[in-house]
């Protein structure tokens, strides 16, 4: 009998399957990922996490710049008006003789809205018009709205008081709404709405780096924020620590070196 028909018959007696019963059938090539294109991927991957993170820390960084160069030019501000008209702004009592716009004049007594009720509270709005008719500032501040009293420790709104770019007014005064340590001086109050980690940030290139010492310190609870906002920016452990394992998008600082 021929090869051609031995084959043939094996095909028919195997109910069709020319391997059934062959000891060594033909191994079917299944399709998959190979390692190179796995890796491939895993690094596709870990480029665009790196980017993202990169992108985050980028925005943080440009935000404590922000902040900080906002609290540079309030300071320089605050201490160029003194220096030429040998008083502080909002308590300035020639204001409406010397300044353009003649705004309204402070009571002269040397402090800034005296956080004890010593000082009319509407002085804190008004530091904010004497810096801007002396030039130093700018932000189109309104003599009528200025001399309302409203301008409250963190609520200061930012048709009164400058924006701390995130959407909440600064504020000056003098008074004690740091943390702890020292008398009472004249603040500059952030303003609420800042992300601890932004804060935190600052702290630890222009000061200490701790919440509660220090000439910039965790603001404490008051007019506009309250203590369970403050409790949120500050570790239950170490009252000196921010937060940053749960971060809070609403805190607030004060400077003391004014």
């Given amino acids: 009998m021929s090869k051609v028909l031995k084959q043939k018959r094996l095909k028919v007696s195997n109910n069709g399957s020319p391997f ?27 480029l665009l996490l790196g980017g993202v993170l990169k992108g985050q820390e980028l925005i943080n960084t440009a935000r404590v710049r922000a902040l900080n160069n906002n609290v540079d030019g ?20 020639q ?5 353009p716009g003649a705004p309204t004049d402070g009571d002269g007594n040397g402090l800034v809205g005296d956080a004890a009720g010593v000082d009319s509270p509407a002085e804190r709005a008004m530091v904010w018009m004497h810096l ?8 189109g501040y309104d003599n009528a709205a200025a001399t309302v009293a409203n301008a409250n420790e ?14 909440a ?25 800042i992300p601890v ?13 701790e919440a509660g010492s220090g000439a910039m310190q965790l603001g404490v609870a008051g007019s506009g924020w309250v203590a369970a906002d403050v409790g949120a920016c ?25």
């Fill in 132 to 139: 801007q008719a002396a030039g130093y500032i700018t932000g």
């Fill in 95 to 99: 204001a409406s003789v010397n300044l």
């Fill in 20 to 46: 059934k019963g062959l000891k060594n059938p033909p191994v079917t090539k299944q399709g998959g990922f190979t390692l190179i294109e796995i890796a491939i991927v895993l690094v596709i991957i870990g």
């Fill in 154 to 167: 963190y609520g200061c709104p930012v048709t009164i008081c400058p924006d701390n770019g995130f959407g």
């Fill in 169 to 193: 007014g600064m504020n000056l005064n003098y008074g004690t709404m740091r943390q702890a340590g020292g008398a009472a001086a004249h603040e500059l109050i952030t303003g609420r709405g």
């Fill in 74 to 93: 309030i300071t320089a501000a605050w201490f160029s008006f003194q220096d030429r008209y040998r008083a502080f702004p909002g308590d300035y009592t």
């Fill in 197 to 209: 980690e932004v804060i935190a940030e600052l702290d630890r290139k222009v000061d200490d780096g």
């Fill in 234 to 258: 500050q570790s239950a452990a170490d009252v000196n620590l921010y937060d940053l394992q749960t971060p809070s998008s609403n805190c607030a600082a004060v400077f003391r070196n004014f």
